[in-house]
């Protein structure tokens, strides 16, 4: 079975500041899909973005990319020029490309912004 | 964009009573849709996978009896969960996929506080 580790209970980052979140993976599969979901006080989940195993290129959107290591099964986040909204869990997670749709979430990561 | 409704939002009730919530996709449809629970400070616990005109498959250690699901139609997933008492007092959470896009990411609802009395 797939597993996902967030190995950061918290991290905190200075507004206008570049915070990395750690993500490692375990599986036996060559094609997956990886995505950072964020999840506000409000608890709504919300897609940051992701990644398909077999794209080598990290993905990116605006202030936010990833990279993506398949070999060392690892898929951070960095976000670039914090800002106060960016405060969050955020939650990676693993999907398989076929058969189980399931995603695998890790235990998150709670981010806090400093003004 | 894709989006997909949860209701109700908020729900408090005496313990014994069977709570229903809902969860549609608004502008697509979806065979497949996502049951999770999240404790506070902890993340989300698949509970089940509901297919649409098919029994949902549950996760081990989730009771089929306590947390029914219907899935009666390409935009519709219901879980009940029955009789419930305090411990089952939770934030419940549905998502869904397009149907035939299986490269598409999960869209979630805006999930459901039950406390239960």
């Known amino acids: 079975a797939q597993t996902v580790t967030q190995s950061q209970p918290e991290m905190s980052v200075q507004e206008a500041e570049t915070v990395t979140l750690s993500c490692t993976y375990d599986?036996?599969?060559?094609?997956?899909?990886l995505f950072w979901y964020k999840q506000p006080p409000s608890r709504q989940m919300i897609l940051v973005i992701r990644?398909?195993?077999?794209?080598?290129q990290n993905a990116t959107e605006n202030r936010f990319s990833v990279n993506f290591q398949k070999a060392a099964k690892s898929f951070s986040l960095k976000i670039s020029d914090s800002q106060l909204g960016d405060a969050a869990m955020y939650f990676c997670?693993?999907?398989?490309?076929?058969?189980?749709?399931?995603?695998?979430f890790g235990k998150g990561t709670k981010l806090t912004v400093n003004p | 964009g894709a989006v997909v409704s949860q209701h109700p939002s908020w729900v408090i009730c005496k313990s014994g009573t069977s709570v229903k919530i809902e969860c549609r996709s608004l502008?697509?449809?979806?065979?497949?849709m996502f049951w999770y629970r999240q404790f506070p400070k902890q993340s989300l616990m698949l509970m089940a996978t509901?297919?649409?005109?098919?029994?949902?498959?549950?996760e081990q250690g989730v009771e089929k009896d306590k947390f029914l699901i219907n899935h009666a139609s390409l935009t519709l997933s219901t879980l009940t969960v029955t009789s419930a008492h305090p411990e089952d007092s939770s934030f419940y959470i549905c998502?869904?996929?397009?149907?035939?896009?299986?490269?598409?990411?999960?869209?979630f609802g805006d999930g459901t506080r039950l406390s239960i009395l």
């Open positions: 998502s869904a996929r397009r149907q035939g896009l299986s490269n598409q990411p999960q869209h």
């Open positions: 599986t036996s599969e060559s094609d997956y899909y």
């Open positions: 990644q398909e195993a077999y794209k080598q």
């Open positions: 997670a693993y999907n398989s490309q076929g058969g189980s749709e399931k995603l695998v």
């Open positions: 502008d697509f449809q979806a065979t497949t």
């Open positions: 509901s297919n649409e005109g098919s029994k949902a498959t549950y």
